[in-house]
């Protein structure tokens, strides 16, 4: 089993959201990666430049950031052909490594976008290196940049930054700078690819805390009505809980929900709402274990919701 830790450059519309192609928002010019065997050592690197299609021309931050020529896009590789030399290259028994989440979606919108996801089954696990990262370094939530990283560590910065192989190459040390107890702990699920059947639905139990993902709804009202979204299982003893405080939203896409276990207390649970390419959505919701106080607050912040919402109906009836 090797590590393939990987990093993509891309375009967008060099003209404004107005003109943006929506099923491919990112059209990567670059992959770049470096592949490791199973005890994290460097065996080997992959760098493809690709010519694009959609984009021809760059975006103004692309070209400030990405220091990719003209010339190096112009005779650079059809993306489909990249992606299969990529993933030949990887190998089936390999896991993908990234800095952050958005890489490893994009890769799949793009192959989305040219009919090759055949070729990548999701749902992906892999290792968010960012986020290994901070549960290592630091408070387990913050999101730092790769050359906060980089500098953190004093690991040196001989290759520029924000080309795809140089930053595969940072990611991957600071990679093997984590405790591997961390890193089997703190896997990564891509879910771009996201379940369609309730048979395909994901349950996950982490340190401290369980995830759950469903399959697709169509709308989130729909969602909300399913037993299994609006479950509360304890994340440590399996045992259903008795819900204090019942799934309210604080806006679109979050709801918030407090419950009981006779055995391990408090349980908070939070479920975000997610949309696919085609506008149908799914739930990812966690469990984690709480306290009396993280309750107190999360019933302040809905009571303040229900407050604000009284007044706004009751000025909306006034003005009637």
Request: charged share 35%; net charge positive.
């Amino acid at each position: 089993m090797n590590y393939i830790v990987f990093d993509l450059e891309w375009n967008q519309s060099p003209y404004g959201k107005s003109r943006e192609v929506k099923r491919l928002p990112f059209e990567i010019i670059e992959i770049g990666a470096v592949k490791l065997d199973e005890n994290r050592e460097i065996v080997d690197t992959f760098q493809r430049v690709i010519r694009p299609v959609v984009y021809k021309s760059l975006n103004y931050r692309t070209r400030e950031i990405v220091h990719i020529g003209r010339e190096e896009l112009k005779n650079g590789d059809y993306f489909p052909d990249a992606v299969r030399q990529f993933l030949a290259w990887a190998g089936p028994e390999s896991i993908f490594c990234t800095w952050g989440t958005v890489d490893l979606t994009e890769l799949q919108r793009n192959m989305k976008y040219y009919q090759v996801l055949e070729l990548l089954k999701g749902p992906l696990h892999y290792y968010d290196v960012q986020k290994l990262f901070a549960v290592q370094f630091e408070d387990m939530k913050s999101r730092r940049a790769l050359e906060y990283g980089i500098d953190y560590l004093k690991l040196g910065k001989d290759e520029e930054f924000h080309r795809a192989l140089s930053d595969a190459r940072y990611t991957a040390l600071i990679f093997q700078k984590i405790d591997m107890d961390v890193v089997l702990a703190y896997d990564s699920i891509d879910v771009y690819q996201n379940p369609k059947k309730k048979t395909e639905e994901i349950h996950t139990i982490y340190n401290g805390y369980s995830k759950y993902i469903s399959r697709e709804f169509k709308t989130k009202e729909e969602a909300m009505k399913d037993p299994e979204v609006c479950s509360t299982y304890c994340c440590r003893c399996g045992r259903k809980s008795r819900k204090k405080m019942r799934w309210f939203s604080v806006n679109s896409r979050n709801y918030y929900s407090v419950a009981w276990c006779p055995e391990h207390g408090y349980l908070k649970g939070k479920i975000r709402m997610k949309h696919t390419d085609e506008g149908r959505v799914y739930v990812v919701k966690t469990i984690k274990i709480s306290s009396e106080a993280e309750a107190d607050l999360i019933r302040s912040k809905r009571d303040g919701l229900r407050a604000r919402r009284r007044k706004k109906r009751h000025e909306t009836s006034g003005m009637a």
